[in-house]
């Protein structure tokens, strides 16, 4: 069927349509424009005549008075003198009765100074003038003259525009007519009442109207300029709208015919009585006729016999079932085609038709065939799910259950349908209807995890409660889809037993990765206690495990894990006992059981292991091998002491011949000739001998004694003069004495011998000069250092401190430096015996000696002699006993040392006495331990000399962060000598090494006692 357009649409009519209109409205708005142009310059005229005119109106009307009252009189004066043309009126001249002068000015007199001062004034120019002026200055111009020529005509009145000095200006005027109060002035002139006498002109600048004007021609302008504007705009818009509508028009038109002709369902048009009028290319297309063939056919002749209607009738039959309904046609080939129908009835051009749009539902009805049989295989696989899966409404009644969950009732599932949870005699049945409600009204999806009893018994359910839309997108329902997790729960309450029991052990569990930087899969929740770091720290890799291990057992450790690893048949790894270095900076040790676990192929995929703390064994393994160490050089000592006893006995009987018989030759010498030098040598080296012999008795403590109570102080004060005569003088010498010092028994020869032992050995230790420093002090020397340093008994000591700045010794030294025979000085410069003499006196005294040096910082050596046993106590009380009942705290402490033990043995005093302990070995690892520290800090105790950085500078850093924080420093050195060197400032508080339990406790209490920071 062949479609027309409904409009025939010329566009070249539009455009001279347009065009037209246009010229019309650019003529009409220039028309208005002039004639609003021209009339706003007649208004300006119009105005200044307005202004012109009642300027004369005001001129006449006080003229007017002046005339009726006979002019006014006013004192003579230069600009006002009497006036010469009123001689003959008898009053023109007048005295008051006080004597005041006055003078007649008549109006026209009084006129003509009012327009001379207005023309000063206001620029508008006024002139009272006559045909026939009294005045001169009252004589008309050209202009005038025209004008009062005309009034004589019969003109009333005259006005044009002229330039005035310069400007344009209206000129205006009008006639005066004589009254009969003028004739008192002008009778004489012949005039009579009635008569034209004159006129008075007005001249209006006309600038400031013609200003007016053009601002109101230039706003005419603008207007029409912007009303042509909008008008042009609107011919535009509305030509465009009609192009925009007419192509619009025929879009429509076109996309009609598209969906008509290439819609992909058939469209028939089709009459009431069955007739086809029309029919689409779908249409060809679906049953094979031509659109030709379709114009020739009835509906009737497309239908299948079985539900074909009468002929004539279908289609009114069709309607009355209604505008949707399916059919079943035929083919061309005779092929069955199952459709669907839309009818809709139409009046077109008068007339009543139909249009009916066909789909082919055949792919729509195999479809609805394989979704019943989807249905049925859904609801087969429903009741057989391994999983629970039942709907409920919001009264928690059952709408749809599998046989799955109907089986933990027992029951089968039509049985359970349309019960609520109150039936199934479930213990929680509200928190089960409240769990539903809530899905339904918030749409959300929520997961439970519930222990539920059965009759069959108690499942563990991880249950799913999902909101069901239905078509509309209403929820009514919420399905339940259960898993019975009994049996994973019964494996994770194993695998938690499993754990308590690792996490109360002393062992961690590990399980690690196969990849780089070893993460962690699995850390039991006790490795904190042991690395530090929390098991979420490793899982999370926050921290890879290769990184706790100590960088100097990292390089063994992973040799022994790719050595295991890369042989297939291994199953363990073979680990020595490493360290870690956990966050604090601490060491530990651990000992590490690790299992491979492979792929069948022997690809390694994981490491588990069980760690154990093993710090404890290690700390003891090595506090027994110092020990050990101790009492291998104190056997080694005793040893070389007995053998040097032995020898200096059998050399004694040598000696002694050698020097008796070396004596008589001496004697014999003087007469018998013989030569005396020879034997004065052998004597001499006899005597060195002997001296020899003497060092080594007194190093095997065999030497005799001659024991007294002494006065160490007194013995230091008798002794100095001779000290300071051996001494050389580039050396200075600080004698510092204890206070109350208790006596101690000794040999007082003995005793000089090691102070000056000491002294010589300081002196040669300085080469370039320096300062010794020799001091006393009481100690209490406790259990606890007696336990450290084997041999030593605890009691009361009185301490002798001998010090040098000299160049110090390292380790390997100072364990050496009490053997006989060893030394450090050159050839022929030392025997070596010295310091083992000291050490031998000391030994025999029932005393100790101790060594503190490092290289370069110079060396401290200690003597500790035992208190006499007739010192009143009461006298010389211990140093630290006063402080017994106060010693306990709750401060923190940061403890700074880089040894090791006697870290951990202050460490352990301070925690014992109530005080939290912040440790670190050297500053360096102090201060960025303080950055994780987030308390007060109220005391620091340091080690003076340690490497990197002393304590001093550690304290002042310390000191910066915490302002009120007070300081001990502790060192093997003594506190003079320490606070000589500079590293120390005198005063500060001090404690040396060794200290006590006691002394150390008391020490920090009483600090922390004190007022002030660090003093």
Known sequence: MKTEPIFALNAEGDRIFFILATVLWVGIIGGSFFLNWHRAGEAAAELALVEARSSFNKDLIYRRWATIHGGVYVPPADHTPPNPYLAHIPDRDVVTTNGKRLTLVNPAYMTRQVH????????TRGHITSLNPIRPENGPDDWETKALKAFHAGTKEFSSFSVMSGQPSLRFMRPLVTEVACLKCHAEQGYRPGDIRGGISVSVPFAPYQQIAGRQQTHIALSHAVIGCLGLLGLGLGRRFVIHSRTALQEREEWFRILFEEGPDAVFIETIDDRILDANAA???????????????????????????????????????????????????????????????????????????????????????????????????????????????????????????????????????????????????????????????????????????FPSGDRWLLSQVHPVP????????????????????????????????????????????????????????????????SAEDFISAKILYLNVIHPEDLERVTHEVAICSADSTQTRVSHRPYRIRRPDGKIRWIEDSTVIRRK???????????????????????????????????QKLDSIGRLAGGVAHDLNNLLSPILGYGEMLLEDAAHTGIRRRPVEEIVSAGRRARDLVRQLLAFSRKQTLEVESLDLNRVLKDFESLLRRTIREDVAIRMIPGPNLPPVRGDIGQLEQVIMNLAVNARDAMPDGGELTIETQAVDLDDAYAKRHPGVVPGAYVMLGVSDTGCGMDADTREKVFEPFFTTKQKDKGTGLGLATVYGIVKQHRGNIRVYSEPGMGATFKVYLPVSPEATRADNPPAFDRAEATRTGTETVLLVE????????????????????????SGKAALAGLDHHDGALHLLLTDVVMPGMNGRELYEQVADRYPKVKVVYMSGYTDNVIAHRGVMDPGIHFIQKPFSVNGLAAKVRDVLDASGKGL
């Open 898 to 921: 880089d040894n090791r033990q006697v870290r951990e043995l202050a460490e352990v005093i301070l925690k014992r006495e109530g005080y939290t302990v912040l440790t670190a070995d």
């Open 116 to 123: 001379e001062l207005g023309r000063e004034t206001y620029g």
């Open 470 to 533: 239905d078509k509309a997108g209403r929820i009514q329902y919420a399905q339940i889809i259960a898993h019975d997790i009994s049996e994973r729960k019964a494996a994770e309450n194993a695998l938690r037993l499993a754990n308590d029991i690792i996490v109360r052990s002393p062992v961690a569990a590990f399980v690690w990765k196969n990849e780089t930087g070893w993460p962690v899969e699995y850390a039991s929740a006790n490795v904190e206690s042991i690395f530090g770091w």
């Open 600 to 634: 069948e192929g022997g690809e390694v995929i994981a490491y588990e292991g069980i760690l154990m703390d093993i710090s404890a064994r290690k700390q003891a393994e090595a506090e027994k091998a110092r020990l050990e160490a101790q009492v291998r050089q104190s």
């Open 283 to 453: 249409a060809s297309e679906m049953l094979g006729y031509s659109r030709e063939e379709f114009r020739a056919m009835r509906v009737a002749d497309l239908q299948a016999p079985e539900v074909r209607g009468e002929p004539g009738g279908i289609i009114r039959d069709e309607l009355a079932r209604g505008d949707f309904f399916e059919g079943l046609d035929l083919r061309k080939d005779g092929t069955r085609v199952p459709i669907e129908v839309h009818n809709r009835r139409m009046r077109i051009q008068g007339r009543d038709l139909v249009l009916s749009i066909v789909r082919d539902i055949t792919e729509r009805k195999r479809a609805e065939t394989a979704l019943r049989e989807s249905e049925e295989k859904y609801r087969l696989l429903f009741n057989n799910a391994d999983m629970l899966i039942s709907v409920w409404d919001r009264e928690g009644v059952c709408r749809l259950m599998n046989r799955k969950v109907a089986d933990l009732f027992g029951g089968d599932p039509e049985t359970f349908v349309g019960k609520s949870f109150q039936y199934l005699h479930l213990e929680a049945a509200e928190g089960y209807t409240e769990r539903i409600r809530k899905a339904i009204d918030s749409g959300v999806s929520r997961e439970y995890e519930d222990r539920v009893g």
